[in-house]
């Protein structure tokens, strides 16, 4: 007998939610999981699919900050000088966060399904 459950994930490529199913042949059981679009995963594939996901999605927001820095230098002159100064002091703030995203990132380790080398 097959079943469905929803898990309280999504979807890595679409992040649409993504259910369980389980198939039962006989005494061999396999697990995989889906998406409301379609998108269907192995429990190894969805693993690695995530840790491509979380990296992307990390990369993604140290961007978005240093970008938000070099913002603020192309703007702030438009701004008064008590205004420019808040925003100078913002804009170093977010390229410290990004670095300290950038740490994470080398830290970062992706699931590892196999055997251990």
């Known amino acids: 007998m097959d079943s469905t459950r929803p898990i ?3 979807c890595p490529e679409c992040r649409g939610p993504l ?6 042949d006989g005494d061999r059981k396999l697990c995989e999981f889906t998406c409301l679009v379609g998108h269907t995963y192995s429990p190894r594939a969805l693993l690695e ?3 491509q996901t979380q990296e992307s999605s ?5 961007v978005a900050l240093e970008e938000a ?9 438009e701004f008064r000088p008590e205004v420019a100064d808040r925003l100078k002091e913002q804009a170093q703030l977010k390229l410290k966060q990004a670095g300290q995203l950038r740490g994470i990132l080398e830290h970062l380790e992706p699931f590892q399904t196999g055997p251990k080398d």
């Open 8 to 10: 309280r994930a999504t």
């Open 58 to 62: 990390l990369w993604s927001a140290v």
């Open 49 to 51: 699919a995530h840790s």
């Open 19 to 24: 259910s369980e199913i389980v198939k039962s």
């Open 69 to 77: 820095a070099i913002l603020v230098e192309a703007a702030v002159s």
